[in-house]
């Protein structure tokens, strides 16, 4: 491999996702393929060696080193999965080693099992799933003397190739000393030692492969006849050797490119949540709009995956609500002043017999406000900022071509309604037209689970061809005196969500349920509604910016995946020799 050329792009090509990964099993593949190292006319045939083999083999079972393996009768020839180079031959995994299962002594007798390191080693697929490194001593617990006797467990050399075969299959490694397995195993007793490293990077190489053999859904096997069957290809010893050695010269720069890939992976975040953190939990206004600029000005380099960005949108409307992300204007209108017109709105639906009139709401004190707003800015509660807020209907709506489409819980994402496929209700149910949803009415979600209730999304349709649900509450602001789409935005924002709805959930037959009354004395923080319009319009452009990410990060990922399989060409093929 030229490295040079790797560590050149590495910036780029660790962009992808699976990138260290799959360098890895690129590694893998070449070099169980001939296509690693250079072939040399002098080594020793594989096919010489495979009668070398066969003499150990008999030699160690007549020594008693083995036991004598099961006679298997292979229907079929050798499966040739690619071309080998001039001096390797395709054999069966049967043929290199005896393929060993396991056993599990009686899990009720304590007597059979002691602690790892003090008994007998024994491993089963969760200790491999734990361990770091290629050899492995022992696992979680050893068997005793007593357990190994009452199990149909095989105590093993030193040198063994372990090899997971179910729950999960692949995981490979090699016996640092004698060893057994439970079940889950079928290892490989090299017939030369030699072999066991090189069986090693066979078996990592092919572990996805023999898993596609696996039969069972649920719970996935390999039978110990299907990996004795396994197409082997089998190098010249001195190749083995130089495969091996190869092998484990490209994993360490793996491990080098991983940690730096870690260790910048790291520092970025870290700068991103710090950053985070800052805004949603400001000093000060002044020092939460400088942060704010700062977090802005930088986003393509503190936002680098997904879930940054979906912290990133959390936060543009945190700072939005809080008054930080648009500069505030003296000569503005008071939010106070929209309130008192709103009211007079609110007292004329009254006498015209459209809405029933409201009890008094009390005061908002500065003791229960959630945090400091600017100066022209006011606490609202709901009740008050809104004109009005009423349930859904309770009518069983039903799959039709005619009728009322029905708005429920499920159609709210992402802070707007999803029209289309809605259920109807017939035109001539008591509660329309007065359910008639209009343009820019809010929906609120009352029950869900935990998680969802408070879902708040914004209708954008035309008046009068929609309801909702009686699970939803429409909140109906006044278009005059408010934005609607800033009040869907700011009860939308997470500090909303944590401060007024949380510490109202109420769990009640397997669901959370925050009730209208509670929601009308909810707070709002108001700004004056030329800001309010000016707030949507900036967070409409961020979160425009945040699509965009997205897509880049996308790109990037598809870009940097294409680059590395170039860069791996290059790298490594190029010292292939035919």
Known sequence: MNADILLRYFDRISEAPDAIPRLRRFILDLAVRGKLVEQDSQDEPASKLLKRIQAEKARRIKAGELRSPRSLDWADEIEELFSLPKLWT??????????????????????????????????????????????????????????????????????????????????????????????????????????????????????????????????REVS???????????????????????????????????????????????????????????????????????????????????????????????????????????????????????????????????????????????????FEVPKLWAWAKVGVAALFTEYGTSQQSHHSDLGVPVLKMGDIQGGKLLLGGQKKVSASIDDLPTLYLENSDLLYNRTNSAELVGKTGIYIGNDNEYTFASYLIRIRCSKKSTSPAYFNMAMNAPCFRETQIIPHLKQQCGQANVNGTILKNMLVPLPPLAEQHRIVARVDELMALCDQLETQLITTATDSRRLLEAVLRDAIRPQAQA
Not at 109 to 138: C, E, I, M, R
Not at 139 to 160: H, I, V
């Open 224 to 370: 110990g006849k299907i990996v004795s069957g396994f197409p082997f290809p089998l190098p010249p010893l001195a190749e083995q050797q130089r495969i091996v050695a190869k092998v484990d010269e490209l994993m360490a720069l793996c491990d080098q490119l991983e940690a730096a890939r870690n260790e910048r992976e790291a520092r970025r975040q870290r700068l991103t949540a710090a950053s985070l953190q800052r805004l949603n939990q400001p000093a000060d206004a002044a020092a939460l709009r400088a942060d704010a600029r700062f977090h802005l000005d930088n986003l393509p380099r503190l936002t680098t995956r997904q879930e940054q960005i979906k912290q990133l949108r959390q936060t543009i409307l945190n700072l939005a609500v809080r008054g930080c992300l648009v500069a505030q204007d003296p000569k503005d209108e008071p939010a106070s002043e929209l309130l008192k017109r709103i009211s007079v709105e609110r007292a004329g639906l009254v006498r015209e017999g459209r809405i029933r009139k409201e009890k008094v709401f009390s005061l908002v004190s500065d003791e229960n406000v959630p």
């Open 90 to 219: 395709w054999i069966r995994l049967a043929d290199i080693g005896a393929i060993i299962g396991g056993g599990t002594p009686p899990s009720g007798d304590y007597d059979n099992f002691t602690n790892g390191g003090a008994g007998v080693a024994w491993l089963t697929p969760a200790d491999l799933g734990k361990h770091d490194g290629l050899y492995v001593s022992h696992g979680a617990r050893d068997l005793t003397e007593k357990g190994l006797q009452s199990s149909s467990a095989t105590l093993m050399p030193k040198d063994t190739v372990l090899f997971t075969s179910r729950a999960p299959i692949g995981y490979t490694a090699i016996a640092a000393n004698e060893i057994t397995t439970n079940q889950g195993f079928k290892s490989v007793v090299p017939y030369i030692v030699e072999c066991s490293r090189y069986i090693a990077a066979y078996l990592q190489a092919f572990g996805p492969w023999i898993d596609s053999k696996a039969s069972g859904t649920t719970f």
